[in-house]
């Protein structure tokens, strides 16, 4: 059993940067794929960035590439996601998510692919 939990929301200024991490309590098998997903009000949950065990592959959302950077330190069980270049439109509820094992790579994207869920963490850019 994993337990995930995020930090590092807050306000940010548009263009401005952020870091969010999520810490992941359990054993460090269960978290092979982590992964960010995200929720404005009035939207569905939307894929992020998810990366593997090992950090040699990842993948981004059109949304969101060229701008965000996932990255992991097993050392720490932590995942983070750096924002960077923030626009309003990235104002949302971020998840930090985790599979027990491995995930159907054509699939990365779905949250069905996921085991475990953290409580999720504000993020606010204002214009």
């Known amino acids: 059993q994993v337990q995930l939990v995020e930090s590092g929301g807050g306000l940010v200024q548009a263009g401005g940067s952020l870091t969010l991490s999520c810490a992941a309590f359990?054993?460090?098998?269960?978290?092979?794929?982590m992964a960010w997903f995200r929720q404005a009000p009035g939207k569905e949950r939307e894929f992020v960035a998810t990366?593997?065990?090992?950090?040699?592959?990842?993948y981004y959302a059109v949304s969101v590439q060229g701008r965000f950077t996932i990255s992991r330190d097993n050392a720490k069980n932590t995942v983070y996601l750096q924002m960077n270049s923030a626009k309003p439109e990235d104002t949302a509820v971020y998840y930090c998510?985790?599979?027990?094992?491995?995930?159907?790579?054509?699939?990365?994207?779905?949250?069905?692919?996921?085991?475990?869920w953290g409580q999720g963490t504000q993020v606010t850019v204002s214009s």
């Open positions: 359990g054993r460090s098998f269960s978290t092979a794929y």
């Open positions: 998510a985790a599979s027990r094992g491995g995930i159907s790579w054509s699939r990365r994207g779905s949250r069905d692919e996921y085991n475990y």
């Open positions: 990366i593997n065990w090992s950090g040699g592959s990842t």
